[in-house]
């Protein structure tokens, strides 16, 4: 095996590896897309682009030599064949869970400040089990991200869908990911190979006209591509339909746009400081609960577990299971 393709199949067993931490096997086009590069810079120079096609030449003696499992087109660490109907399994579970993701948005586009809706988490991949949440990343207009918090956690909880600081209900309606406009990039804590994953796998599923919010979100975090490159460039591309089929379907509309932003224009002092202040109590109420989270006014995100860590010890069991 030359440079290159040593080069290679290392990245493809780095990317399974993190895919099996989620018992997720890939075809080889989600392998090329997901493929893990860490840095477009290493001290040797630049790493190549890398091509399906080569993905896929790479990944034939790996399967021969038993390192790697095929089943359905679907690619897996030798001896995890079961993921496979598991996937199949979770993707026909994750179809019902959609359409309450359409009613959800259905409802809170509405709401004038919401500038874009993503869905996260294991739906976002279509790998949901039996009472998973939904997971969604709100984002609102400058100076009104607490005002959206609890007209939408108000929406949740006639549904009975709110999910309650204890985390035992089932089924919920999880918004972990809050950002204003004006502050989508991610800290610097975030910014890893997790973070990266995370990001590109977010699927928007609503993005007011004329906000180019997913767009901009991408731009904004555009760190992410030194990690996963094809998956950032993708990622790109389904903004830009989301953006089009958003415009699409808002319009018509314009009328009740203008008669918000009069509003808005109106009433902007008014509305600023009742959102500092819907910030002030629900930060005094939520203190005491919190552990892990980050929230501040301009964002919130709630993930009392330390997830990333987890998936980083499945991620390192697997690679090493194979000897890498």
């Known amino acids: 095996m030359d440079n290159f393709s040593a080069f290679l199949a290392r990245r493809i067993?780095?990317?399974l590896g993190y895919s099996q931490a989620f018992g997720f096997p890939l075809t080889s086009h989600e392998?090329?897309?997901r493929l893990l590069v860490k840095s477009t810079h290493t001290t040797q120079g630049v790493i190549p682009v890398v091509t399906e096609s080569q993905v896929v030449t790479v990944l034939q003696?790996?399967?021969h030599?038993?390192?790697v499992g095929v089943r359905d087109n679907h690619y897996f660490f030798a001896g995890h064949e079961t993921t496979v109907v598991d996937r199949k399994k979770q993707t026909a579970l994750s179809q019902v869970k959609w359409m309450e993701v359409q009613s959800f948005v259905e409802q809170i586009r509405h709401i004038p400040w919401i500038q874009g809706v993503a869905v996260t988490g294991s739906l976002a991949v279509d790998s949901t089990h039996p009472g998973d949440d939904i997971d969604f990343m709100i984002v609102t207009s400058a100076n009104r991200l607490w005002l959206s918090r609890v007209w939408i956690s108000w929406l949740a909880q006639l549904q009975g869908k709110r999910r309650s600081w204890k985390r035992e209900d089932l089924n919920s309606w999880c918004f972990n990911l809050w950002l204003s406009e004006d502050r989508l990039r991610m800290p610097i804590a975030l910014q890893t190979v997790y973070g990266a994953y995370e990001l590109c796998q977010a699927k928007w599923v609503y993005s007011?006209?004329?906000s180019g919010v997913a767009m901009?979100?991408?731009?904004?975090?555009s760190w992410a591509k030194w990690y996963v490159p094809n998956y950032y460039a993708s990622k790109k591309y389904d903004a830009s339909s989301a953006i089009e089929k958003s415009t699409r379907e808002e319009g018509g509309k314009?009328?009740?746009m203008s008669i918000s932003t009069l509003v808005e224009a109106v009433f902007n002092l008014p509305l600023t400081i009742i959102n500092l202040l819907f910030y002030s109590i629900q930060f005094s109420y939520m203190k005491s609960h919190m552990t892990r989270e980050r929230v501040s006014?301009?964002?919130a995100f709630f993930h009392p577990r330390n997830t990333k860590h987890g998936i980083y010890e499945l991620w390192s069991a697997a690679v090493r299971e194979v000897g890498q």
């Open 297 to 299: 006014l301009h964002s």
């Open 216 to 221: 901009t979100f991408l731009k904004e975090n």
């Open 254 to 256: 314009s009328w009740s």
């Open 65 to 67: 030599d038993g390192v």
């Open 61 to 63: 003696p790996l399967v």
């Open 208 to 210: 007011r006209p004329g």
């Open 13 to 15: 067993l780095m990317t």
């Open 31 to 33: 392998i090329w897309v």
